[in-house]
């Protein structure tokens, strides 16, 4: 069976930090963007990171650039979101996704073309 399974969510307090996990079961990650989303109830899903399988290059939004970092493993498996100085404003599960031959320039704002989607891991940013 082909899917993704997210995890690494939890409780944190403000300034602390995770390490999220997107494993790809049955397939590789080769020739996908990955992207990691997030979404609050009510809420449209936001891209917050992205990485492109073909040559690592990544992709953050202003709003978390220079505190999140997308990574890959050298078996193309397993994608890795870290996140640093966490905020309250953070707090959202959080999803990741795949879409072959993505860009992730477009990925990021646009969630709804994704191929794949784990089910999410829950993020929890509190005082």
């Known amino acids: 069976e082909v899917q993704l399974v997210d995890s690494g969510g939890g409780l944190v307090q403000p300034g602390g930090s995770l390490r999220l996990s997107c494993i790809a079961e049955?397939?590789?990650?080769?020739?996908?963007?990955i992207g990691w989303f997030h979404q609050v109830p009510g809420m449209e899903r936001e891209g917050v990171s992205c990485?492109?399988?073909?040559?690592?290059?990544?992709y953050y939004p202003d709003s978390v650039k220079g505190r999140f970092t997308i990574s890959s493993d050298n078996a193309k498996t397993t994608v890795y979101l870290e996140m640093n100085n966490l905020k309250p404003e953070d707090t959202a599960v959080y999803f990741c996704a795949a879409r072959l031959l993505g860009e992730c320039s477009i990925v990021v704002i646009n969630p709804y073309g994704m191929d794949y989607w784990g089910k999410g891991t829950q993020v929890t940013v509190f005082s």
């Open positions: 049955g397939f590789t990650f080769d020739d996908y963007a």
């Open positions: 990485i492109s399988s073909d040559d690592g290059s990544t």
